[in-house]
């Protein structure tokens, strides 16, 4: 069993910083990509940002130069410094990997369970 432990979330004022990190845990053999996607209430959920097994990323238009996603030395554990914040910014944000937990499984989607940002004067 996978799990994707999150933890940074919180409220902060428009211009302020946030810290978000995602930590992988349980039977896993490769991850594929890690990144975090958000959602607000009556839309759909978007990518932010994405870091591939490489180390490549990408991130959506409306974080870049803002955001910034790096990886743990174990590679299993992902943090987004967020700066500059918006009140467009304020979501839930879900972590996201995908992953094989054996060598022999197919690559899987794994969801964290959400934390909120609140963007607000």
């Known amino acids: 069993q996978v799990q994707l432990v999150e933890s940074g979330g919180g409220v902060v004022q428009p211009g302020g910083s946030l810290r978000l990190s995602c930590a992988a845990s349980?039977?896993?053999?490769?991850?594929?990509?890690m990144g975090w996607y958000r959602q607000v209430p009556g839309k759909q959920r978007e990518m932010v940002a994405h870091?591939?097994?490489?180390?490549?990323?990408n991130y959506a238009d409306s974080v870049q130069g803002r955001f910034t996603l790096s990886r743990g030395n174990a590679k299993n554990t992902v943090f987004l410094q967020m700066n500059s914040l918006k009140p467009e910014d304020a979501a839930v944000y879900y972590c996201?990997?995908?992953?094989?937990?054996?060598?022999?499984?197919?690559?899987?989607?794994?969801w964290g369970q959400g934390t909120q940002v609140t963007v607000s004067s």
């Open positions: 349980g039977t896993i053999f490769s991850i594929s990509g």
């Open positions: 870091i591939s097994s490489g180390g490549s990323t």
């Open positions: 996201h990997a995908v992953l094989r937990g054996t060598e022999s499984s197919p690559l899987y989607d794994y």
